[in-house]
């Protein structure tokens, strides 16, 4: 079945370091893939999205390519900031028969002064 | 704010008991989708309606039930309530099967 492997956090960086939260995936055809940020206390939210090789999704700051070869989609900001501190979340879906999200287990962002 | 909207944003019971959640999608998007999220488990699809009818059913409990009206929202109902079914639940919804946005979530506490 499909799966998502994220890096175990939490990670703690410095402001206005540079982040990397890496992911990969297990999956059959072609996978939607997506990048969620759930802040203390709140739902998830969409940070970005490819849907198909060699996209590249971004917004904030942040980026993620989709890497067909390397069945990965990893996550980096090149100047992270306090407010940036959450659980950033990998997931799949594929369209048709349903289009479930399957999640990785997060990874906690914590940024520091 | 995704336009997802879900209620009650806290829910406390005890065990045995029965609960419903309910969740209203942005507005024209047919599909629901209903999520859990607890600290062993992590994030669990439940359960998909598109347009009313069941779409696509993943970890769901036969204690656990859904149904989405005429109107698109949809309701999640939980019975005979135990210790571990304590977790977020979380609503979603999307257009077709499509980018799904996410509503704030209930927080269930099983007492």
């Known amino acids: 079945g499909n799966s998502v492997t994220q890096m175990e956090g939490p990670v703690t960086l410095s402001e206005e370091a540079f982040l990397t939260i890496n992911c990969t995936y297990t999956a059959t055809g072609y996978p939607s893939l997506f990048w969620y940020v759930q802040y203390p206390g709140e739902g998830l939210q969409l940070l970005l999205k490819a849907t198909k090789a060699d996209d590249k999704g971004s917004n904030k700051g942040f980026e993620a390519t989709y890497r067909k070869e390397t069945t990965s989609f990893h996550l980096e900001k090149g100047s992270v900031q306090v407010s940036d501190s959450a659980v950033y979340f990998c997931?799949?879906?594929?369209?048709?028969?349903?289009?479930?999200?399957?999640f990785g287990t997060g990874t906690q962002l914590k940024v520091e002064l | 704010d995704s336009g997802v909207t879900q209620t009650p944003k806290h829910l406390i019971t005890a065990t045995g008991q029965r609960v419903t959640l309910r969740c209203s999608p942005r507005?024209?998007?047919?599909?629901v989708y209903w999520y859990q999220q607890s600290l062993d488990q992590g994030l669990q699809f439940l359960i998909q309606y598109y347009n009313g009818e069941e779409r696509a059913k993943g970890n769901i409990l036969e204690r656990f039930s859904a149904q989405q009206f005429p109107d698109l929202h949809s309701e999640l109902n939980l019975s005979s309530l135990e210790l571990g079914d304590s977790a977020l639940y979380f609503c979603?919804?999307?257009?077709?099967?499509?980018?799904?946005?996410f509503g704030p979530g209930t927080r269930l506490t099983v007492l």
């Open positions: 997931a799949l879906s594929r369209a048709g028969g349903g289009n479930k999200l399957t």
């Open positions: 979603a919804s999307s257009v077709l099967e499509d980018t799904q946005y």
């Open positions: 507005s024209g998007d047919l599909s």
